[in-house]
């Protein structure tokens, strides 16, 4: 994959410039950066925060493939950013974790938010996705339902400029090894990090929680919950915590 970057001091969204680009006619490829966004999102329309000197990033990818495999990316671009951190800092390998479908931890707090939106063409194959990725370098929110940390307060000296060519590597690998293979040895590596994995755990869909363990990720990425019965449910939507 060859990127092709393009930033900004200041931006209502990463992810909507990408979408203005997308509109215009832009190639895959094309990577935007903000110092600041004054309207970043993240997952169900919540409000992302954007101070100076963590990372916004969005990308934009022309997969060609069905617009229901998109899913699959999102554990694709969690696993990128966790490699990444483990690479700026190899001893955070075993404190590094994925939780389902795209967060990324470090001993359990968030570090990282991704937003996947895509548009279909004809015949229900991807016209285009935007992937929006925030990453926590130098802080953090404190107001927010989970715990969440930043790089900088783990004792790393990480900014936009050094921690996303190493985020652009590991992409660039992953997606060109997603193109020619498909989800499964991303479904693997991403696996070998995921959070809770053998373990109790809660899923939240709105409407109701599911308890069951956490067993397995499906061939499209739902997350398998082996219930107290011995029957299994496989979770496609919703919020996914550890069991007390």
């Known amino acids: 994959m060859l990127w092709r970057p393009l930033g900004f001091a200041e931006i209502d969204s990463t992810n909507e410039e990408i979408r203005r680009q997308a509109e215009a006619g832009a190639a895959e490829g094309l990577v935007v950066t903000a110092r600041r966004q004054t309207a970043g999102r993240g997952r169900r329309g919540r409000a992302w925060d954007s101070p100076e000197g963590n990372l916004f990033v969005s990308l934009l990818l022309k997969p060609r493939r069905p617009a229901h495999e998109a899913a699959t990316l999102s554990f694709l671009i969690s696993l990128c950013v966790a490699e990444a951190v483990i690479e700026a800092s190899p ?23 991704i937003l996947l939106e895509s548009r279909a063409g004809q015949g229900g194959v991807l016209d285009h996705l935007i992937v929006g990725i925030g990453v926590n370098l130098v802080w953090n929110p404190a107001d927010t339902p989970y715990p969440a940390t930043n790089l900088a307060a783990l004792g790393m000296a990480e900014t ?6 190493r985020l652009l590597a590991r992409l660039g690998f992953w997606y060109d090894r997603w193109q020619a293979e498909g989800f499964a040895p991303v479904r693997q590596a991403w696996l070998a990090l995921a959070q809770g994995i053998g373990k109790p755990a809660i899923a939240r869909l709105g409407h ?22 011995g029957t299994r449910r496989t979770i496609t939507a919703g919020d996914v915590f550890p069991a007390a």
Request: charged share 25%; proline share 6%; hydrophobic share 40%.
């Open 208 to 229: 109701e929680e599911v308890q069951g363990r956490f067993v397995a990720l499906d061939e499209g990425g739902g997350l398998i919950l082996e219930l107290a019965d």
């Open 91 to 113: 001893a955070l390998q075993d404190r590094v974790t994925c939780k389902w479908p795209n967060d990324v931890l470090i001993d359990g707090a968030k570090l990282s938010g």
């Open 160 to 165: 936009p400029e050094s921690f996303l060519p």
